[in-house]
């Protein structure tokens, strides 16, 4: 069987699998993006918190996802979970408890970090024009805050999407399992593999660039 | 003294247990310009931050008219909207305009419809020079121009009294008058100050009254002209002498 191995992407479905992996990858990442901005707010408040033990509590949860490797993360919540407390979760939600806990604590210190880098001198002149506590977050802080964590976050979001690759190990059939079983179909075809991964290396680079270069905009208008 | 706007009774305030200021007593009359000077760390900056609630104090008390407001903590905000202050690092917002700088206070603290205020606005930035500037982003002014405007975004607040805080202290010399001109401007047209400066040129400009503070305590009050050329106090002399050089070449 000779001929190019990309051929076999046009043949049947092959390509619309790839696609429908992708679109798993993608489900997952915006879920645990999603959750992760939301928590992550509050991890925010929980390491702002004046209180000794919310800080404590942030600050090991920090260290532990800095420090883990996400997929042992993983095999503790999708196998270690089901046998310890019987839990039956399944191979999707598994990641998005674990990658969300980790987008949590990161995005947490991101928000922290781009909140405290602003000068107290913003915050001390809006109050000297007579605003209020909220009106001095909603005119003067968050706004410089999220300018300051946009290049972060997007950079954060990316790592996420492509550490989602990881979920094939417990079972999540994503884009690059999908390509697995593709090229297992073809294993005739010697170069399948090469065309296959080269396929879904694009993919990830479609996806992942037009939100860093809408970062590197946002940026520019910002600077 | 029943004409004073701002009274402020024995004040004092520490950080750590260090005693910044230790009994400061001052009135200052409506329309009159009140020049606080002394050494670093003397406690002058701390007094004006102290005024507009920024820091709270131990004891004493601080009014503004029939209005005790020191010791307020709800109401922190409607007392700073009729107390102007400007701060040695201008800190206008950066990710605004300087008209959406200047609007700011008047449209969401004082809730007056924007047209108005932005007229109002751009007649003042005008009075300083800076009316072709309304509509750009504070990082391509000067430093001077960031300052005027800092200036003006305060008194659109129409404030009874504003508080300069070292204001030309962060400038290149040849940007400190056209900044210390606007100021003199304002004096003119009658607006109470309390200003913190050593610019003792300036200082003897602008001053109907001159406070000199020393380690938390007022040790000399006097009008510019006795003041500058014959303050009563030794430690008064000792400090304007620090701004006087002699020449090493004496025949």
Known sequence: ?223 | MTDAILRVQDIRKSFDGNGVLQGVSLDIREGEVVVIVGPSGCGKSTLLRCINGLEAIDSGEIWLRDEKISGQTKNLHLVRQKIGMVFQSYDLFPHMKVMDNLLLGPTKALNRPRQEAEAEALEMLDRVGLKEKAYVFPRTLSGGQKQRVALVRAMLMKPEILLLDEITAALDPEMVSEVLNVVIDLANSGMTMAIVTHEMRFAEAVADRVVFIEDGLIVEEAPPEVFFHAPSTERAQRFLQSFTYTSRRRP
């Open chain 1, 1 to 223: 069987m000779q001929g190019l191995g990309i051929n076999i992407l046009f043949k049947g479905i092959n390509f619309q699998r790839l696609l429908g992996g992708l679109w798993v990858t993608l489900r997952l990442a915006l879920i645990t993006i999603g959750l992760s901005c939301v928590f992550g707010f509050l991890f925010s408040l929980l390491t702002l918190s004046k209180n000794r033990w919310a800080k404590a509590v942030s600050r090991l949860w920090l260290e532990i996802v800095r420090f883990m490797p996400q997929l042992v993360l993983l095999y503790i919540v999708y196998f270690g979970f089901a046998r310890l407390f019987g839990w039956d979760v399944d191979g999707e939600t598994s990641a998005v408890i674990v990658f969300t806990f980790w987008g949590t604590a990161e995005m947490g210190d991101l928000i922290r970090g781009s909140l405290t880098s602003i000068p107290r001198h913003q915050t001390e002149s809006a109050a000297a024009l007579g605003l209020t506590q909220g009106q001095i977050y909603l005119h003067v802080l968050i706004p410089q805050t999220l300018r300051r964590l946009t290049p972060q976050a997007i950079n954060l979001c990316t790592r996420i999407i492509k550490t989602t690759a990881l979920v094939k190990m417990i079972n999540v059939t994503e884009v690059l399992k999908v390509g697995q079983q593709i090229i297992g179909q073809f294993y005739r075809q010697p170069d399948a593999a090469f065309w296959v991964y080269f396929v879904i290396f694009l993919l990830y680079f479609l996806v992942c660039w037009p939100i860093s270069a809408l970062s590197r905009m946002l940026e520019k208008r910002w600077a």
